[in-house]
């Protein structure tokens, strides 16, 4: 199936986490929201393939863009369908998702309280949990509860007067103990409600108030050698301590409250926005603010938040921040979350507004790549201090093993891309035994001892793979040439990927993230696999030599053959002489046997 180019490159380049998305037609409204467990795969599908429903063929004709919220899990995704599917009411969504749609766990407000599922509000009211998307993870939550407390599970009406009457009569629930029996008053109503407290505390995801309530319980029978009341809290225990309870998802606590993340790249602001109701994501959005004088950070953030609530008529009182931005915004209280929902809700506004700024990248890339390239050279020639931009990198690397086979290699990079045919190969000549140091001054010297006398263009930068060490020595070539001052040159040591620099004692550290880093790990990366697989090809070679070609007669074609089919020196040495024949005739395989074999013909 054909589509924009556009959206070609949009689906191509989503990010492979759970999330939702949404279609919009040509006026940009929303004309359809989903679900995924992996955003990228979901979204192409409907796209790689012929659909067999016409309502879906049609939904596809009219996608002309597409947006999409990435999730921390799979249920968070779920549930914020659920919540845009409401408040958009999207042409292609059929069965548009109401309250009905998850389960609630809810908490009766009577005598005695119940504690049940319920899809829909039930009369006379009561404290709800949830929604839960997982309906087995609701369930097994139930099951734990009846595990741990003695709920009743019956319709009484157990008001005062009726159970001083004597109107009811305990039932099979009483007599197999998953009831205490508050209908004839065997449980008091503040036992009762001691156990309700309990079970508020475990569906609010508060585990260590239960826990130590539980503690405490057990400890003070055991004191008093009730010892199987005191084992009967012990498994209580150990089932809650089992259980994670804590969801990740909704919690029912955080109700209309706006959730604001922040970064900044030099003249940009970028903002991204979570409004929340109900403990659901119900708006988000992320905009960019362009710096006009020198504004600091907070006056950006208030900026943006100012506009974002005005854009959605927010009026909430609480708002979650990473820092609180310059005064401004009356009656509202600022949060800086640092563990909990609030947090996670911050996390996850974070995570959106990186991908954005990743994308938008990646997009400019690929539209303007000169642009995009002259914005990483400005970034590297800042990061690494250097006079000029590195539009030209070329990176050394040394392989040997054990001493043999000293060989170097040397990997090119052009306007931040390899330039592979301009990657060079060497042999160490002057160098014997490891020694990496002296390997490295011999190919400095060499390669741009080359470039002056060809009159060759020398590179803006110089890349060494490995420390001080090697850096000192390959600056000593440089000096050597009158070169040291008239080009960049770094080492990067591996273990730290710390970057060294000339008369430095002390190395630079780069943010892990920044996109100079990558570059440099990249093109050290490809000096490496390139360095290696010269080595690996001429190791072979001479071990090849020095073990079969010695033979007079054989040759490498003759003795790769015998290697391919016995593997091994040692097995050629051990076969027969028919074995030998079989693999390179009569006359080839004389001269082997009688080379592994003298004493036969003597």
């Known amino acids: 199936m054909s589509y924009p ?36 795969k979901r979204v192409a599908s409907y796209f790689n393939k012929d659909q067999e429903s016409g309502k879906t063929r049609l939904l596809v004709k009219n996608i002309n863009d597409i947006k999409f919220i990435i999730t921390q899990t799979e249920t968070d995704a779920l549930l914020l369908e659920n919540s845009l599917i409401k408040k958009h009411q999207p042409k292609y969504n059929i069965n548009l998702k109401d309250d009905k749609t998850y389960p609630w766990i809810v908490i009766t407000n009577e005598r005695f309280p119940k504690v049940f599922s319920t899809r829909k509000k039930i009369s006379g009211g009561g404290v709800y949990f949830g929604p839960y998307a997982n309906g087995k993870m609701m369930y097994t939550l139930l099951e734990l509860i009846r595990q741990l407390y003695q709920i009743r599970n019956c319709k009484l009406v157990l008001s005062e007067q009726n159970i001083k009457a004597n109107k009811f009569k305990v039932c099979l629930e009483y007599h197999i103990k998953n009831c205490k029996g508050p209908c004839e008053a065997h449980q008091s109503e503040p036992d009762y409600n001691e156990q309700i407290n309990d079970i508020k505390e475990i569906l609010r995801g ?37 259980y994670q309870s804590k969801s990740t998802v909704v919690s029912p606590t955080i109700h209309d409250v706006d959730v604001f993340s922040f970064n900044r790249e030099e003249d940009t602001a970028v903002i991204n926005y979570f409004k929340v109701n109900n403990g659901a994501i119900i708006q988000s959005n992320t905009i960019e603010l362009k710096c006009k004088l020198d504004e600091g950070n907070e006056e950006l953030f208030l900026m943006g938040i100012v506009e974002l609530r005005n854009r959605y008529n927010s009026n909430s009182k609480e708002i979650i921040v990473p820092f609180i931005p310059e005064d401004g915004l009356n009656n509202v209280e600022y949060t800086i979350p640092q563990r909990g929902d609030k947090k996670q809700l911050l996390d996850l506004s974070q995570r959106n507004l990186d991908y954005y700024l990743f994308e938008k990248k990646r997009q400019l890339s690929l539209v303007d790549p000169e642009r995009h390239t002259k914005r990483v050279l400005q970034q590297m020639m800042k990061d690494l201090r250097l006079t000029e931009e590195p539009r030209h990198i070329e990176c050394f690397d040394n392989s040997n093993f054990q001493g043999a086979y000293p060989v170097a290699a040397m990997t090119v990079f052009k306007d931040t891309r390899p330039s592979k045919k301009d990657y060079r190969h060497f042999n160490i000549k002057t160098v014997e035994g ?6 490295m001054e011999e190919i400095i010297y060499r390669r741009y001892k080359r470039v002056l006398e060809e009159g060759e263009s020398l590179p803006q930068l110089i890349v060494i793979d490995g420390g001080k ?32 620099y000339p008369g430095d004692s002390l190395p630079l550290y780069l943010d892990k993230k920044s996109e100079t880093l990558k570059i440099i790990q990249q093109i050290r990366d490809e000096a490496h696999r390139f360095g290696i697989t010269h080595h690996r090809s001429k190791r072979d070679k001479g071990t090849l030599k020095t073990e079969l070609t010695n033979i007079k007669g054989i040759s490498d074609v003759t003795a790769s053959k015998l290697l391919k089919d016995l593997k091994s020196v040692k097995r ?20 082997v046997y009688q080379y592994f074999h003298p004493t036969e013909n003597n």
């Not at 405490?216 to 050698?225: D, K, S, T, V, Y």
């Open 469 to 500: 060490g090697q850096l000192g020595a390959a600056i000593n070539s440089l000096n050597k040439l009158g070169l040291m001052g008239k080009v960049g040159i770094i080492g990067i040591a591996k273990k730290l990927e710390e970057i060294y």
């Open 434 to 439: 490891p020694n990496d140091f002296a390997s």
């Open 5 to 40: 180019d556009h959206l070609s490159s949009l689906i191509q380049n989503l990010p492979e986490s759970p999330g939702i998305y949404q279609y919009l037609d040509k006026e940009g409204k929303i004309i359809y929201v989903g679900k995924a467990k992996i955003l990228k």
């Open 206 to 242: 508060n585990i260590s108030i239960v826990l130590r309530h539980l503690k405490e319980q057990m400890h003070f029978h055991a004191q008093n050698l009730q010892f199987e009341k005191a084992q009967e809290y012990k498994e209580k225990l150990i089932a809650l301590e089992n």
């Open 572 to 591: 050629i040495k051990e076969s027969d002489l028919q074995t030998l024949i079989s693999i390179v005739g009569n006359a080839k395989a004389q001269l």
